[in-house]
């Protein structure tokens, strides 16, 4: 069969057959199984499968599947296993794969320096098989067949007790006790929607149910993620990627969460995250690059354009404004596409045990009906009013907070920005206008916190823009909503409680001015699911353990950062607040990031 790719429907079987030279199998989207005499190996999207030369093997693709198949030439063969397996597929080894799987790849520019870089990648991956040995004895082999027919079937061993195997009329729970102190397992990887074809007979282990947190329970995932904003989705996808069974719940519809309109930039460590993950579809395409295309976000002192002092060895030139509505739907449509669950209407959410291993989260569907979902380990990243934290004790939970003493002034508008991001600082106050999108922005008006909503009409927000900015902002338009918005930093501490993780907003508020929001929750997401991950493979908690150790060790000095530059911003305009001695510091401070004012020229004659 030479490489290639096509979408295979649900259920399509590829008869056992061999090849005269070795094959890679990969579902970039959907689910595939490679069954040999050896057994069946399972291939999530984070998963290809490799059968060297002379294997006779077939293939069943779960869920629509977008199958590759590269064709791997004998004389290369050999540098890789030789016997059948499944290999983790990272960034770099899955776009080698889509390229050379490609439509017409030998036309496509470096498309043939792809299969080195594929045969390296291999040799440097550890097999990491979902291994589902092929049983010998015929009743299971019948049974294995009938599962492999429908892996969608939710079967428990009650229910298997209906099936008579073998055609000798033995039903299978007549037969499980003739073994005594074995259990025959029937696996159901989540990612599968279903039970998977494999059963078999294995010794009832002690020490495997004495581990502090079971990884294969037969529970209906192993991490249930409670709110889908950035911080839920991110974690969702970084599991998925990783084979990790999990569930997004999230109260409002697909089109409220996609379209809610928050924050706006990344710094380089939350691209970088998306990046190591594979995601870096997520900010494609809604990206504008704070580095050499960009001095830096522009800023107006008393109506005069500044400069922000460049630092060669900064980070920042890697950080894009992304607005959140355009991150959100992108996790949403990699996350789906990749076969994650994901429930929409999920409200009158509850955790229950929580300091138990069995936890449970209870929710009521968009049906009206309650659903229970049991799981390892709970993520809660429904934000700041969420659910999640109120499920750990009020005297185990502490509340570190600081309030600046005055609010934003927060107006959605239809106009673009241009340039995308424009602050001011000015006698009246501090002001900024923010790309959210080729035709929206946001407008920020510093206001005392005992303004409202009421005192600011559209005219008055125009005008007092122009006022902050020195002149008249182009172009003017429709304002959708105003919201006023203490300006404060708040910590809980600490992140987890049992079987329960905090990330993102639920775990921790930053002054908008850091523009650190969206970037702190990708941070939490990687730690979270770097330590499942750890935990499920090498069945060590460790991680999971100092989870929220380690996210407040990070947590904290961004909260330090952005308390100096909230206040120098804001202490540097309108001295109505701290106070003239305050305001003449704050400008110093200010100064120093800023390149000097260019010398005035000397006039003519002179």
Request: charged fraction near 20%.
């Amino acid at each position: 069969m030479p490489s290639g790719a096509g979408w295979l429907p649900h259920g399509y079987h590829l008869d056992p057959h061999t090849h005269d030279q070795g094959q890679l199998v990969y579902a970039a989207a959907g689910t595939l199984a490679t069954t040999t005499e050896r057994g069946t190996w399972v291939a999530p999207a984070n998963r290809v499968t490799w059968t060297p030369p002379g294997f006779a093997h077939s293939h069943r693709f779960y869920g629509r599947t977008d199958a590759r198949v590269l064709t791997i030439p004998v004389d290369l063969c050999g540098e890789l296993v030789d016997h059948p397996c499944v290999f983790a597929v990272g960034p770099l080894l899955r776009e080698a794969v889509l390229v050379l799987t490609g439509e017409r790849p030998e036309v496509r520019p470096g498309a043939h320096r792809r299969l080195p870089v594929v045969i390296d990648e291999l040799c440097d991956t550890p097999e990491q098989s979902l291994h589902l040995p092929e049983s010998s004895d015929d009743r299971l082999r019948t049974v294995t067949d009938l599962l492999h027919a429908d892996p969608a079937r939710s079967a428990t061993l009650g229910g298997l007790a209906g099936w008579r195997v073998c055609g000798i009329g033995c039903p299978f729970t007549g037969w499980v006790p003739r073994w005594p102190g074995f259990t025959v397992v029937v696996s159901t990887p989540h990612h599968l929607g279903g039970t998977v074809a494999h059963a078999q007979a294995r010794p009832n282990s002690p020490s495997a149910r004495s581990s502090k947190h079971m990884t294969q329970t037969g529970k209906n995932a192993t991490v249930v993620i409670v709110g889908g904003g950035v911080a839920g989705l991110a974690l969702g996808n970084f599991l998925l990627r990783k084979g990790i069974s999990c569930i997004v719940l999230e109260k409002h519809s697909r089109d409220y969460v996609e379209q809610r309109q928050r924050a706006g930039a990344l710094d380089a460590g939350g691209v970088r995250r998306l990046h190591e993950w594979g995601l870096a579809e997520a900010v494609e395409g809604s990206r504008h690059s704070h580095g050499d295309s960009h001095p830096g976000v522009p800023l107006l002192i008393e109506g005069e354009m500044r400069r922000w002092r460049r630092d060669d060895d900064s980070e920042d030139a890697d950080g894009v404004f992304c607005p959140q509505q355009i991150l959100v739907q992108n996790l949403i449509k990699v996350f789906l596409r990749d076969g994650g669950d994901l429930r929409f209407g999920a409200e009158e959410v509850s955790l229950h045990d929580i300091d138990t291993v069995n936890p449970l989260v209870r929710y009521r569907d968009a049906a009206g009906s309650t659903k229970s979902v049991s799981c390892d380990f709970v993520a809660g990243s429904d934000g700041f009013r969420g659910v999640s934290r109120t499920a750990i004790p009020d005297d185990l939970l502490s509340c570190s907070t600081h309030e600046f003493g005055y609010a934003w002034l927060t107006v959605m508008t239809e106009v673009p920005a241009n340039p995308l991001a424009l602050l001011a600082v000015h006698s009246r106050g501090f002001a900024a206008q923010i790309t959210r999108g080729p035709s929206a922005s946001r407008l920020y008006l510093q206001c005392p916190l005992t303004d409202t909503i009421e005192q600011w009409l559209d005219d008055r927000i125009w005008n007092e823009l122009d006022a902050r900015f020195g002149e008249p902002v182009t172009p003017k338009g429709p304002i959708t909503s105003k919201q006023v918005v203490p300006l404060r930093g708040v910590v809980f501490s600490p992140m987890s409680y049992g079987a329960l993780y905090l990330l993102g907003d639920a775990a921790h508020l930053i002054s908008p001015m850091s523009a650190q929001g969206m970037s702190l929750a990708l941070h939490d997401a990687d730690v979270l699911a770097r330590a499942v991950i750890h935990q499920v493979e090498n069945h060590d908690s460790s991680l999971l353990d100092s989870h929220s150790d380690t996210c407040l060790d990070h947590t904290w000095p961004q909260q330090a950062s952005a308390v100096w530059m909230t206040e120098v911003m804001h202490d540097s305009g309108d001295s109505s607040y701290e106070g003239e001695f305050r305001k003449q510091i704050a400008r110093k401070n200010l100064e120093n990031l800023l390149e000097p004012e260019p010398e005035p020229e000397p006039e003519p004659g002179r």
